[in-house]
């Protein structure tokens, strides 16, 4: 991957105004550089706080750990507002770019794009403030998306405040530049977390008869869930369940006493997540009188599904299509088994979320959530337009959302 300064940029910027793309990147690599962990943006949101202070646009923000949650009146102040959010949390993890705007915070780096989507929403206030829309837009910029489920902590702030319909994008390497994918219904996953604690009994590495080994108990578990997906679940219907954390013992020659197992369920569809659940509990209560021994089960509901409502999609298609043409826009033909905290506003109102290509044509596939995670910063002209547009046009749509407010 090239970590140098995209110098491609300035060939293709996809329509938007060069001085404002230029203004984005600067901003973005800001971000890059200063990330924050979740519920902890106070840097972040300052900055964009000073931001949104230079376009003269009104805000909402009640400190460290809250939404920063602006409006731009528009031209008719009384109707019902569109909502665009962005996320501003961090990832623990120490970036591999080589970038020249690489993380300077240790250990914490934007391993998922959040520095972009919230140029992005940056860049879409610049160009709502310069044209006004046709009414009042609700810029959402969400504390701790990945680790908290802030978009509750947002909504709680007053982000949803008489919305008739919202949109979020999420940059990938899934698609090249230029691309943006729209999805109607299921987007992502439901995602749910479990923790599992094996109580044995500890004793000496050279007497196993006199103990009951938790290592070994946690061994045949990790083996066993897995069947769970591989032969309980149907194949058609999308499900992961991954042991993520293990940790036991305390020295080569002591049989542990106690092992804590930590994983996460991710599924498309109710039946299968019960499935799922039911099977890890009766599959953690045979171990139990397998091993003779203890063992303790938490499984902790995560983010719902992102499901995307028709209306909302139709209109984001629309602006897609605008902006990249029809062949730049793609539709996944499965929903991600990522999860995305933007479920919890689409329980609330309508609403669709979309990706958008940020892997330059001569660049290999990098995932989000990796250290080398980087993108092609084209697509913040790219992500800033679909947001100002996507905003306008549901506003030729309005009177269908009416009944959802």
Same mark, same amino acid.
């Given at each position: ?83 665009? @959010? ?28 959040? %520095? ?52 979020? %994008? ?25 923790? !599992? ?9 050279? @007497? ?13 578990? !990790? ?52 499935? !799922? ?28 599904? +992102? ?16 902006? =990249?043409?029809?062949?730049? +826009? =793609? ?7 990522? /999860? ?15 990706? !958008? ?12 959530? /990796? ?33 959802? =407010?």
């Amino acid at each position: 991957m090239n970590a140098g300064p995209n110098e491609h940029v300035r060939n293709a910027m996809f329509g938007l105004d060069q001085t404002l793309l230029e203004r984005l990147m600067v901003l973005r690599r800001w971000f890059h550089q200063h990330p924050e962990l979740s519920f902890q943006e106070a840097d972040t949101a300052k900055r964009i706080v000073a931001e949104l202070e230079r376009l003269g646009v009104p805000y909402k923000y009640s400190g460290v750990g809250h939404a920063v949650i602006a409006r731009i009146d528009g031209l008719d102040t009384a109707a019902s507002a569109i909502g665009l @959010r962005a996320d501003m949390d961090a990832l623990p993890g120490n970036e591999t770019t080589g970038a020249a705007y690489a993380s300077e915070r240790q250990g914490i780096m934007h391993a998922c794009g959040h %520095c972009a989507h919230m140029a992005m929403l940056i860049g879409a206030a610049n160009l709502l403030t310069e044209n006004p829309p046709p009414g009042p837009v609700r810029l959402i910029f969400q504390p701790a998306e990945e680790r908290g489920g802030g978009s509750r902590v947002a909504i709680e702030d007053g982000a949803l405040e008489d919305v008739a319909t919202i949109y979020a %994008c999420h940059v990938t390497h899934d698609y090249e530049t230029g691309k943006i994918m729209v999805r109607d219904g299921s987007v992502t996953a439901q995602s749910d977390r479990f923790t !599992i604690c094996v109580r044995g009994k500890g004793g000496h590495g050279a @007497r196993p008869h006199e103990a009951i080994d938790a290592v070994v108990v946690s061994g045949f578990l !990790i083996t066993a869930l897995q069947t769970l997906v591989s032969r309980e679940s149907n194949p058609l219907h999308p499900s992961v369940v991954t042991i993520g954390s293990v940790h036991a013992g305390s020295a080569a020659n002591v049989i542990a006493e106690e092992a804590e197992l930590r994983g996460s369920i991710r599924s498309t569809l109710p039946e299968s997540r019960q499935r !799922i659940h039911h099977g890890i509990q009766r599959m953690v209560g045979a171990a139990a009188e397998l091993h003779d021994c203890r063992i303790e089960l938490d499984i902790r509901e995560g983010y719902p599904p +992102v499901i995307n409502e028709a209306r909302s999609t139709r209109i984001a298609r629309q602006a897609a299509v605008e902006i =990249v043409g029809a062949d730049g +826009v =793609v539709a996944a033909e499965h929903p991600s088994m990522g /999860s995305e905290d933007f479920a919890f506003y689409l329980e609330r109102v309508p609403g669709c979320f979309v990706r !958008i290509g940020a892997r330059a044509p001569d660049w290999e596939p990098v995932p989000l959530h /990796s250290p080398a995670f980087d993108i092609d910063e084209r697509a913040l002209g790219i992500g800033a337009q679909f947001f100002d547009r996507v905003a306008r046009l549901s506003y030729e749509h309005l009177n269908e959302f009416r009944d959802e =407010v």
